[in-house]
């Protein structure tokens, strides 16, 4: 029979929430995801399940077969307290952070600088794993990989797409130094089109933050700025658009 908990006041749930905070998962390193789809794609990618909680009405899904011994039942009430949908689930399962598999050469590396938004980084996600790319490598300033919003909008991507985090300065330095070619997106007109460069030799793309764009710091680094060329009025494109845009540009190079 599987354990259930019913008290708000309960010591594990009372962790679980404070899973909510980046500063928690970082320290703790779990994290927490909910619903049938993000669970389903834990599972099937082969992430460490700590535990899985889940409502009366789930406690029969498929999903938990093989991991019955790690479930918990827990009351409506608590999920609504685990949960950040508006639409609460009855499934949430606990899992364990780890580093995916990272290629040692990578042909082509997609930098974050300091980007903020967590539905913009879930996105970029998602188009990272559409489009082949074999490294997401995250600035220090980036918001957190494992924050509710990213996992929301990567749908599933964050357990298949390599991701690094770190001193993004270093990291181009080391790699500049391999034979890499860094680029940085931008707004000038007067850089690189997109459509002119080539991404036959190993490449590092830079997407900056969505309101001040690449540092002036990691910007002395790249070998040239690249600019999406447009039609319309519309200066600038949303930072996971223009990642998109990108991603799919070099992929037509492999």
């Not at 790249?222 to 600038?236: H, Q, R, T």
Request: overall charge negative; proline content about 4%.
């Amino acid at each position: 029979m599987m354990e259930r908990i019913t008290s708000l006041q309960n010591e594990y749930i009372k962790k679980l929430c404070r899973l909510h905070l980046a500063a928690e998962r970082r320290k703790s390193g779990l994290f927490l995801i909910e619903g049938q789809k993000l669970c389903a794609e834990a599972l099937k990618s082969g992430w460490e399940i700590e535990r899985c909680l889940v409502t009366e009405k789930e406690q029969s899904s498929p999903l938990i077969h093989e991991i019955q011994s790690k479930t918990v039942i827990v009351s409506d009430h608590i999920a609504k307290k685990l949960s950040t949908m508006d639409t609460v689930p009855g499934i949430f399962m606990v899992v364990q952070q780890k580093t995916t598999a990272i290629p040692q050469t990578p042909d082509f590396i997609l930098a974050l600088d300091h980007l903020a938004d967590p539905s913009n980084l879930g996105a970029i996600l998602r188009s990272a794993e559409a489009f082949g790319t074999e490294l997401v490598y995250l600035s220090e300033g980036c918001v957190d990989l494992y924050s509710p919003k990213v996992l929301r909008a990567a749908m599933g991507s964050v357990f298949r797409v390599p991701v690094l985090k770190g001193n993004l300065s270093d990291f181009l330095e080391d790699h500049k130094s391999k034979g890499y070619r860094v680029y940085g997106a931008g707004l000038d007109r007067d850089y690189l089109e997109l459509p002119d460069v080539s991404f036959k030799e190993p490449s590092i793309m830079i997407i900056g933050n969505e309101s001040n764009g690449i540092s002036k710091e990691i910007m002395t680094h790249c070998d040239s700025g690249v600019f999406i060329p447009m039609l319309g009025k519309n200066e600038s494109l949303n930072a996971a658009v223009a990642a998109s845009i990108i991603l799919w540009e070099q992929s037509k190079w492999r």
